[in-house]
């Protein structure tokens, strides 16, 4: 086949892209265990590892630039190019709300969480499979996929709702909890912005995809 | 004239709707087919070519690509064993009709070949030649210096008409006979491969021309080069030659949409150096 070596670089952009996926994977669990465990040397190191996110995504920046001005793709490696673009901003931008929930361990200091975690890993639960599905359907051009996960996003707005009201009533209840409800609030809104992104992941797979510029799910918040 | 919904639809590739109802068009090309001797080298061809506006032919060597364009102004007519049959209607008269006078058409429809080929007489000359055979009556060197204006050459040859136009360079040269096509006020321009023999400046340069003379004149410009098609074509055709070597219009769509999101499998694998 012609144009071997493109082939191969645009294949290893798209692994690269994968890579910072598992990144922020990774960030996303890590934040929510810590917090869980309200471990600050786990936290900090969170915080720390967000650079290399940082990082690793100027690096796929300047790999796809690099393609573009020496192989002057068109068509669909072209759309490729421009989801990639788009999609390492989304996972840079996750990787800041891991470290988001993570600055919130630190700020707990020496209190105790306001109450055990329930909604909120599974809003992380949820949130991180449709992250990983999204990239899945990234790597596999999987269109349909891409509108079953934007659909999920739902979902987690619901927990979100559901946390919400919680902490509300917590507020209510007894006004010096307010500071730890908000600090718990802030976490539920940092993964229901991931979700949120991993939305706007599947609108641009599905571009890439089809060449039509669609959004999926529009959100509440 | 306009587009038809029904008119763009009868190629049997994808041509997207949005050009219904929208542009007018000079070239409207029904049913063309062209043969070199035995061999048939343009295959039923239907598609209207928007007016002032550049229009670029892309595709594989062989493709039919310069045969098409040489049929839009008769140029197949000195051709050897050439023949051709359908209907090209120029702003609604058809150019292919034997009454139709050849000499007539190629003045209407001016054409740049892809070497510069100036006469081998003076700057000044080369652009009033054909005007004066087409009995201009003018003032000549206002249409000489309006002609090389227009072509974006005054200012490098103003001093020195009366030099040969052999001893230009090679991007000045093709942009003299840029001029010396539009002396004669031709309606359209064709444009076959004209920075093919160029370097990279030279061709920005007649690139930047054709934006400014589309205002003016409907442009068809043939080009191997995808990157110049992209830059300075609104309306893209991509053609492809099938098992029997006839070249057939695949596609052909505006060239945004062409180069990010072809409609036709050929057209995405071509483009996108899968083939060819």
Redesign the interface.
């Given at each position: 086949?012609?144009?071997e070596v493109?082939a191969h670089e645009l294949h290893d952009l798209q692994q690269q892209v994968i890579e910072l996926g598992s990144m922020v994977d990774k960030a996303i669990a890590s934040s929510v265990e810590a917090l869980s465990a309200l471990d600050a040397e786990e936290a900090r190191k969170i915080i720390h590892d967000d650079l290399l996110i940082n990082k690793k995504r100027f690096e796929i920046e300047e790999q796809a630039l690099n393609l573009i001005a020496t192989q002057?793709?068109?068509?669909?490696?072209?759309?490729v190019i421009a989801a990639v673009l788009n999609i390492i901003i989304d996972l840079e931008r996750m990787g800041d709300h891991a470290e988001g929930i993570a600055k919130i361990v630190l700020l707990h200091g020496s209190e105790g969480l306001l109450k055990p975690l329930i909604d909120v890993p599974r809003m992380a639960d949820k949130a991180r499979s449709m992250v990983r599905r999204s990239l899945d359907a990234f790597l596999s051009l999987n269109v349909e996929a891409t509108r079953a996960i934007s659909a999920e996003d739902d979902e987690v707005d619901a927990l979100h709702d559901q946390v919400y009201r919680e902490l509300i009533s917590y507020m209510i209840e007894d006004p010096r909890t307010i500071t730890r409800a908000t600090y718990l609030m802030w976490v539920a809104h940092n993964l229901e912005r991931i979700a949120d992104r991993a939305t706007n992941i599947c609108e641009r797979v599905a571009f890439m995809v089809t060449?039509?510029m669609e959004e999926f799910n529009v959100s509440n918040y | 004239m306009v587009v038809t919904q029904a008119q763009a639809g009868n190629v049997g590739s994808p041509f997207i709707e949005s050009l219904a109802g929208k542009v007018d068009v000079a070239f409207d090309i029904t049913g063309l087919n062209m043969w070199y001797g035995s061999l048939h080298a343009l295959g039923d061809v239907t598609v209207q070519l928007p007016a002032h506006q550049v229009t670029a032919l892309i595709g594989p060597s062989g493709c039919g690509k310069t045969s098409l364009i040489r049929c839009l102004n008769r140029m197949n007519d000195l051709v050897l064993n050439a023949r051709v049959t359908g209907e090209v209607l120029f702003h609604g008269e058809n150019i292919l009709s034997p009454e139709v006078d050849a000499a007539l058409v190629r003045r209407r429809i001016g054409m740049v070949f892809q070497k510069p080929n100036p006469f081998p007489k003076s700057i000044h000359e080369n652009v009033a030649f054909g005007a004066r055979v087409n009995g201009y009556r003018g003032e000549m060197d206002e249409l000489v210096e309006k002609s090389l204006r227009q072509a974006a050459l005054w200012d490098e040859v103003k001093d020195k008409l009366k030099q040969s136009g052999l001893a230009l360079s090679g991007g000045q040269q093709q942009r003299l006979c840029i001029a010396r096509a539009l002396a004669v006020n031709p309606e359209a321009l064709l444009m076959d491969e004209p920075c093919s023999a160029l370097d990279p400046i030279a061709t920005y340069k007649i690139e930047e021309l054709l934006a400014e003379l589309k205002q003016r004149y409907t442009i068809v410009i043939v080009t191997h080069n995808m990157q110049q098609a992209s830059r300075v074509s609104d309306y893209t055709g991509f053609l492809l030659a099938d098992e029997s070597r006839t070249g057939r219009l695949i596609e052909f769509s505006p060239t945004a949409q062409l180069f990010t999101n072809p409609q036709d499998r050929r057209t995405e694998d071509y483009i996108t150096g899968r083939f060819g």
């Open positions: 086949m012609p144009r493109f002057q793709p068109l068509a669909r490696d072209l759309r060449g039509r | -």
